[in-house]
C-alpha cells in the first residue's frame, strides 16, 4: 500500500514570496492535516481538511491557507513567506471516519523542507 | 490550554536495561493519548494509543489522571529502538497536539 506522499521534497524560497506544497494521501482516506515542525518549536498542527472541507485550523496567520481537492490530494499555500517560516511540513492523512468520541489513526508522509532565504 | 511536556530531550540507555520516557498532559477534558516515533532516515508513524491498550514491539504506556501521566515503557531496550520519540494529545477534534519530543539512544 503506498503511504501518504508529499512534494517537492525541498523547496528553496525568499522572503515575500509565495511556497506551493503538495499532498496525496492513502487511498481511501478522506482526511488531510498539515503540520510544522520548525527548528525549536516542534510539531505544530497547522491544518486540517476533510471532503474538501476545511474543519479545524492550528494558531497560524491567515497567509498559511490550503485547500483539499476531490480526489482529496491537498495543497498548503503559505504567502509573503518570512524566514521564520523555514521549517519542515508534514502532511497526514486518515480515513476520516470518527467513532464517537475516538480519534483517527494519522498517517504521515515525509515532508517538505521549506527553507527561506 | 492544552499542552504535552516531554521533559527529557535526550535519553540514553544500554541495551538491555529498562526505558521510561516521560509525559505529561495539561487537559481539562477527557483526553487520547498517543505515542509517535520517528526511525532514522523513515518518517513519522504511530507507536500506540492509550484507548488500544496494546503493547507494540514491547512497549506499553499507561494514561494517570490522577498524574496527568502517559510514560512510555519497555522493560528491555533494544538497539532497533533507538529514535525519536513524541507524546501527542487529541481532544477528538483530530487535531493532534505534541510534544517536543525525546531522543532515544540505546547503548550496545
Known amino acids: ?117 | 490550554a492544552q499542552r504535552v511536556t516531554q521533559p527529557e530531550k535526550l535519553l540514553s540507555v544500554f541495551k538491555g536495561a529498562p526505558v521510561e520516557l516521560k509525559c505529561n498532559y495539561s487537559y481539562s477534558g477527557s483526553p487520547e493519548l498517543f505515542w509517535y516515533v520517528q526511525y532514522s532516515r523513515q518518517r513519522l508513524q504511530l507507536l500506540l494509543r492509550h484507548i488500544s491498550r496494546e503493547s507494540i514491539k514491547g512497549f506499553t504506556a499507561d494514561l494517570n489522571k490522577g498524574e496527568t501521566s502517559f510514560h512510555l515503557k519497555k522493560p528491555f531496550a533494544q538497539e532497533e529502538d533507538s529514535a525519536m520519540y513524541y507524546c501527542a494529545l487529541s481532544q477528538g477534534a483530530q487535531k493532534l497536539v505534541f510534544g517536543q519530543g525525546t531522543r532515544l539512544t540505546i547503548n550496545p
Open chain 1, 1 to 117: 500500500e503506498a503511504g501518504v506522499t508529499q512534494s517537492p521534497t525541498h523547496l528553496i524560497k525568499t522572503r515575500g514570496q509565495q511556497a506551493t506544497l503538495r499532498c496525496s494521501p492513502i487511498s481511501g482516506h478522506t482526511s488531510v492535516y498539515w503540520y510544522q515542525q520548525a527548528l525549536g518549536l516542534g510539531l505544530q498542527f497547522l491544518l486540517w481538511y476533510d471532503e474538501g472541507e476545511e474543519r479545524n485550523r492550528g494558531n497560524f496567520p491567515p497567509r498559511f491557507s490550503g485547500r483539499q481537492f476531490p480526489n482529496y490530494s491537498s495543497e498548503l499555500n503559505v504567502n509573503a513567506l518570512e524566514l521564520e517560516d523555514s521549517a519542515l511540513y508534514l502532511c497526514a492523512s486518515s480515513l476520516g471516519r470518527m467513532t464517537g468520541d475516538s480519534t483517527d489513526t494519522q498517517y504521515f508522509g515525509p515532508g517538505t523542507r521549506l527553507t527561506v532565504l
